[in-house]
C-alpha cells in the first residue's frame, strides 16, 4: 500500500472472506487458504493483514458474525414473531444453514480447526454468540436463569444439527430439517421439567434459613469487607 493511499476495509474484509471460503474447503483454515483468497480477491498482503491482524482465527469469527447478521435480518423479514417460539428458532437455524449450503465443505474444514484444544475459548464464544443472536431474533427477553438454560438446551440443538447437516446427502436436505424438528420437540420438553421439579423444590425448606436458626450465637456472617 503506498503512502497516503485510501482503500475501505471494511470491503476488504468482505472480499477476503468470500474469496478465502473456497480455498478453506480444502486447504483448511490455514494461511494457505488465507494467501491465496487474499490473491484471489486482489488485496496485497499488508492490506490483508490490515483487514484481519488475528489471521485465520479472526477471519473465521468475521464468519459468524456476518452469518449472525444475515439470519437476524432473514427473521426480521419472515416477522418469525408471529410464530410459535419453536417456529421462531427453527425458521433461525435452518435459514442459518441454507444460506451456507455452498460452504458446507469449508464449514466442515472449519469444525476441525476449532476442534482444536488451542481453539476451544473460541469454538465456544462463537457458539454462545449463534444462539444468543437466535433467542434474540425469537424475542427471548429472558434474564434469570431461563436466559442461560434457553441458549444451553439451544447450543445443543444447534450444534448437533450442524454436525448432521454436514453429512446429509438428501434432497434440499430434508432429513437434516426433520432431525431439527425432532430435536427441538425433545428439547422443547425440559423447560416444562423444570418448572415441574421448581414447583416441588419450592415446598423444601430454604437451607439458608435453616442454617440462620441454628448458627451459634456469636456467630457473624462474613461481609464484603471480610
Known sequence: MTPGSIYDRDADRLALLEA?????????WSQKAFDSGAKDAGIPADRALNAFPGGMSELLA???E????????AMQRANVMEMRVR???????????QRNMRHREAIKSA?????MPHNGALALRLLYRTVDAMWYGAGDNATDFNFYTKRALLAGVYSTTVLYWLND??????????FLNRRIDEVMQVPKLL???SAVTSRFPNPFRVAQRIRPRGFRTRTARG
Open 66 to 73: 456476518v452469518e449472525d447478521r444475515e439470519m437476524l435480518e
Open 20 to 28: 478465502t471460503l473456497s480455498h478453506a474447503a480444502f486447504d483448511g
Open 169 to 178: 446427502k438428501s434432497a434440499g436436505a430434508a432429513d437434516t430439517w426433520t
Open 87 to 97: 417456529d421462531r428458532i427453527a425458521f433461525g437455524v435452518k435459514a442459518r444453514l
Open 111 to 115: 469444525c476441525s480447526f476449532l476442534a
Open 62 to 64: 468475521f464468519y459468524h
Open 195 to 197: 418448572g415441574k421439579f
